[in-house]
C-alpha cells in the first residue's frame, strides 16, 4: 500500500522544489503563451517574456537549423525557440515543454507551437 504512493509523494515533493512559471503541462504551458504572448506582440518583447521566465532560448532567422517544413517555418520572420525544463516529474520520467514562437517578417508573433516532451525510462 505505501509502495503505490511513493510516485505521488515524490511528485508533490518534486513540485514544491521546482516552481514553474508557466506550467505544468504542455497545453498549460501554451494558455499561459496565449495570455502573455498575444498575436502581433514584438521579438523583443517575446524575448523579455522568456528571459523572465527563466527559460532557456534561442532566436532563429530562416534556414538556421530549424526543421524544414515544420508549422512554424513559412512565418516569414525569426522564430524563438525555447525550452522550459523539467515541468513536471514522477519516479520514472520529467517533462519539458519546447516553445516555438515564429514571427513575420515586420518581427510580429504569427504563431505559437508547444510540444510536451517526456524523458526518463
Given amino acids: 500500500m505505501v509502495l503505490a504512493l511513493v510516485p505521488e509523494v515524490l511528485t508533490l515533493i518534486w513540485r514544491q ?3 514553474v512559471p508557466l506550467g505544468r503541462s504542455g497545453p498549460e504551458v501554451a494558455r499561459s503563451l496565449a495570455t502573455l504572448l498575444p498575436a502581433g506582440i514584438t521579438v523583443d ?3 523579455a517574456v522568456v528571459t523572465r ?3 532557456d532560448y534561442r532566436v532563429a532567422t530562416p534556414g538556421q537549423g530549424l526543421q524544414p517544413g515544420a508549422p512554424y517555418d513559412d512565418a516569414g520572420g525569426p522564430t524563438l525557440v ?3 525544463r523539467d515541468i513536471d516529474a514522477d519516479l520514472f520520467t520529467t ?3 519546447e516553445i516555438v514562437l515564429a514571427f513575420d517578417a515586420r ?3 504569427a504563431r505559437r507551437h508547444v510540444t510536451e516532451l517526456s524523458t526518463g525510462l
Wanted: hydrophobic content about 50%; proline content about 6%.
Fill in 45 to 47: 518583447s517575446a524575448v
Fill in 95 to 97: 517533462r519539458s515543454a
Fill in 53 to 55: 521566465a527563466g527559460l
Fill in 107 to 109: 518581427g510580429r508573433l
Fill in 17 to 19: 522544489q521546482h516552481p
Fill in 82 to 84: 525555447a525550452m522550459a
